[in-house]
C-alpha cells in the first residue's frame, strides 16, 4: 500500500492510497514512502489546509467501515469549515444514538481530511479526539478553520489528484 509522509504543525503524518483512493491518515511516519500522483495531490492540499489557503479536501477517499460508519463520515464531511456539530446533532440527522456516533469518530480513519474534529460535545464540552494529543490537536484543528474562514480562505475548489 502507497504511504507518504509529510510533517505539519501537528507532527508528521502519514496519508496511504489502496486502489485510487486515499484509505487512511495516521500520526507519525509511514515505514515506506512512494510518492504517487494521488499521495502528491493529498500532501499538497494537506499542507494548503495547514497554511490555511484551504478549508476542504477533493480527494478520492475509500474509507473501510460500516454502513453506519460511512454515513456518520459523510454527515462529518457536510460539515463546513468553522462549524461544528454535536454528537446529538449528528445522531439526530442519522436516526442514531450520540454514543454511536461518537464511536464511529473514534473510528474514522482518515481524520482532518474526514473531518472528526467538527464533531463536539454538547452545551459547548469538546468532546475527544483520537489524534496525536487528543483534545489539544481538536481545538488546534478548530482554531485553524475558523481563522481560515475569517480571512476569507476557505479554497474548495477541486483539485486535479493526477497532476
Given at each position: 500500500?502507497?504511504?507518504?509522509?509529510?510533517?505539519?504543525?501537528?507532527?508528521?503524518?502519514?496519508?496511504?492510497?489502496?486502489?485510487?483512493?486515499?484509505v487512511a491518515l495516521d500520526?507519525?511516519?509511514?515505514?515506506?514512502?512512494?510518492?504517487?500522483?494521488?499521495?502528491?495531490a493529498a500532501r499538497a492540499?494537506?499542507?494548503?489546509?495547514?497554511?490555511?489557503?484551504?478549508?476542504?479536501?477533493?480527494?478520492?477517499?475509500?474509507?473501510?467501515?460500516?454502513?453506519?460508519?460511512?454515513?456518520?463520515?459523510?454527515?462529518?464531511?457536510?460539515?463546513?469549515?468553522?462549524?461544528?456539530?454535536?454528537?446529538?446533532?449528528v445522531a439526530r440527522l442519522?436516526?442514531?444514538?450520540?454514543?454511536?456516533?461518537?464511536?464511529?469518530?473514534?473510528?474514522?480513519?482518515?481524520?482532518?481530511?474526514?473531518?472528526?474534529?467538527?464533531?463536539?460535545?454538547?452545551?459547548?464540552?469538546?468532546?475527544?479526539?483520537?489524534?496525536?494529543?487528543?483534545?489539544?490537536?481538536?481545538?488546534?484543528?478548530?482554531?485553524?478553520?475558523?481563522?481560515?474562514?475569517?480571512?476569507?480562505?476557505?479554497?474548495?475548489?477541486?483539485?486535479?489528484?493526477?497532476?
Amino acid at each position: 500500500m502507497p504511504q507518504l509522509s509529510l510533517m505539519t504543525p501537528l507532527g508528521e503524518i502519514t496519508v496511504s492510497e489502496e486502489d485510487g483512493a486515499i484509505v487512511a491518515l495516521d500520526w507519525g511516519r509511514g515505514r515506506d514512502q512512494t510518492e504517487t500522483p494521488l499521495l502528491r495531490a493529498a500532501r499538497a492540499q494537506l499542507h494548503d489546509y495547514f497554511d490555511g489557503a484551504r478549508t476542504g479536501f477533493d480527494l478520492p477517499l475509500a474509507p473501510y467501515g460500516s454502513e453506519f460508519r460511512q454515513r456518520v463520515w459523510a454527515a462529518m464531511r457536510a460539515i463546513p469549515a468553522g462549524e461544528t456539530r454535536t454528537y446529538g446533532d449528528v445522531a439526530r440527522l442519522l436516526g442514531s444514538a450520540p454514543r454511536a456516533v461518537g464511536q464511529a469518530c473514534g473510528d474514522n480513519p482518515i481524520p482532518i481530511i474526514i473531518p472528526c474534529h467538527r464533531i463536539t460535545g454538547s452545551n459547548g464540552a469538546l468532546g475527544g479526539y483520537s489524534g496525536a494529543e487528543g483534545p489539544a490537536t481538536k481545538r488546534v484543528l478548530l482554531a485553524l478553520e475558523a481563522g481560515a474562514t475569517r480571512k476569507g480562505t476557505a479554497l474548495d475548489e477541486p483539485c486535479d489528484p493526477h497532476p
